[in-house]
């Protein structure tokens, strides 16, 4: 488990994690998100002891990160894959890890296989591709086959498949009951990785609930009703005590119902549905929603008959 309580970091007068207090747990994958400048990176470099905080305290498996020994065998992270020695092969830069920490030369043969770089474990990474960066640098996070493991944007530069297999890896270390913390800003990805969410914007924390929990708080829901009889189906809706709202392409749109009592209500007036949806939000217009407040940097939409161009 990580234990985040009052975490601060200040850089002169700008407040870059502001009193961050949340627990990460074991046996799930809990997602790690915030627009740019939301101090995602320095809440990370932190838990990993590579920034000192101004206040506050961060605990891994109840110990500071420099009161461990053999740290890669308690946590491992993924957090810059081209933090490598480019004069050193693939092999040799995890045996230095390896070698640090009491770890087993055999492992590293393992996670080159279970990466899929066992290939190219002879060459330097200085040649990699970004996508090939990234399976080395989760290597290197899997190499003291720890309890717990961060990665930040771990999908970065990988192909449909490669983001296929890290998902699924990512799963399958929670479900061993291991602690996952994952920082991405890929939101579609991010909904099919993560089951609970911390999401925080300027430095503090705006949210840590489960992702079903976070998306029905930010966002609107409704059921999606069409039929070649609207004017009856909004009386019927009406006289139930549900207020339909229009919408431009002639269907209903019905908060505070679920699809199965509209359906039962449209039988017992003898309507025909053509549509009956229930409508979700994204985890993307979720967090677009929540930290619409917290964005640092705002792009703007350029306009004119020119396409655009500044003057």
Known sequence: MIELRGLTKRYGEKTAVDHLTFSVRSGIVTGFLGPNGAGKSTTMRLMLGLDGPTSGDVRIDGRRYDQLRDPLNYIG???????????????????????????????????????????????????????????LGI????????????????????????????????????REGRTVFVSSHLMSEMSLTAEHLVVIGRGRLLADTSMADFIAANSRTYVRVRTPEPERMRDALSGAGLTP?????????????????????AAGHQLVLHELSPQKASLEEAFMQLTAESVEYHAHEESGADGGKGR
């Open 139 to 174: 290597a290197a996070a899997l190499l003291g086959d720890p309890r717990i493991l961060m990665f930040d944007e771990p999908v970065n530069g990988l192909d449909p498949e490669g983001i296929h297999w890290i998902r699924n890896l990512m799963q399958h270390l929670a």
């Open 77 to 135: 992270a993924l957090l810059e894959a081209k933090a490598v020695h480019g004069g050193r092969s693939a092999y040799n830069h995890l045996l230095c890890m390896a070698q640090s920490n009491g770890i087993p030369r055999r492992r590293i043969g393992e996670v080159l296989d279970l990466v899929g770089l066992s290939a190219v474990a002879g060459k330097r990474p200085k040649g990699f591709s970004l996508g090939m960066g990234q399976r």
């Open 245 to 265: 709202v229009a919408a431009g392409d002639g269907s209903w749109q019905v908060e505070g119902a679920d699809a199965a009592r509209i359906g039962e209500l």
